[in-house]
């Protein structure tokens, strides 16, 4: 497998414009977490999805944050508007339950680095 | 919620000695307590775990302890390498029923001179 897979890599994007990350978990993973990691804050979960069920979304910033799951082999995580204070890298991370034979790893992506002028 | 607090916060070692990084937590029910380490530019990657049932848990030259009735756990690399220079994350889950969930430290920047 080729591991979790994000798009873009890297964003820039101006004030307002909207931004919308994706994400691709490894095959046969039933969880996935949405994390954003910055100096001042560290690595903040935002959302996780079991099953393509969103099941908390409780560390979502506010209304502009959005998170999908289609299906199980596709995430996005969208900002409308963007704000400067968004700028951030945002890791999507995909896991398998451990009664499910995993064993509690989260297996993140290489992350995707959005600047919002 | 899980608080997690995480010493200290920079730590330079010369090539060869030993680093220690101790996490304190807040939930005295948590039952999982994974490291990461983060090089450069590069995705998080869990390098050990330990869950509450054990003390102890050793992997080649990387160990966690566990201590319960203090509510801290601390990562121990031996004979350190430059490669193990990174950022290195403790982390417990933020609620006892929800494993991958997880509240992560703040983070130590280990730096290991040759």
């Known amino acids: 497998d080729a591991g979790v897979i994000q798009s873009p890599r890297h964003e820039v994007t101006e004030m307002g414009q909207e931004v919308t990350l994706r994400c691709k978990p490894i095959?046969?993973?039933?969880?996935l977490f949405w994390y954003r990691q910055t100096m001042m804050r560290g690595l903040e979960l935002l959302i996780y999805?079991?099953?393509?069920?969103?099941?908390?979304d409780s560390g979502m910033p506010e209304d502009r944050f959005s998170a999908k799951m289609p299906n199980a082999s596709f995430s996005t995580l969208k900002i409308q508007p963007s704000e400067p204070r968004d700028s951030a890298v945002y890791f999507c991370a995909s896991s398998l339950d451990p009664g499910q034979g995993g064993t509690g790893e989260l297996f993140f992506g290489e992350g995707s680095r959005l600047t919002v002028l | 919620g899980e608080n997690v607090e995480q010493h200290p916060s920079t730590l330079s070692v010369q090539e060869g000695d030993s680093a220690v990084i101790k996490c304190t937590y807040s939930?005295?029910?948590?039952?999982?307590f994974p490291w990461y380490k983060q090089e450069l530019g590069k995705r998080p990657q869990l390098i050990i775990d330990?869950?509450?049932?054990?003390g102890e848990k050793k992997d080649q030259r990387i160990a966690v302890t566990l201590n319960k009735t203090a509510k801290h756990f601390s990562l121990h690399i031996t004979e350190t390498q430059p490669e193990d220079s990174a950022v290195y994350f403790c982390?417990?889950?933020?609620?006892?029923?929800?494993?991958?969930?997880?509240?992560f430290g703040a983070g130590t920047q280990v730096v290991v001179t040759p």
């Open positions: 982390a417990a889950p933020m609620t006892t029923d929800s494993w991958g969930k997880l509240q």
């Open positions: 999805f079991n099953n393509n069920v969103p099941i908390d």
């Open positions: 939930d005295s029910a948590s039952n999982y």
């Open positions: 330990i869950r509450s049932n054990v």
């Open positions: 095959s046969g993973h039933d969880y």
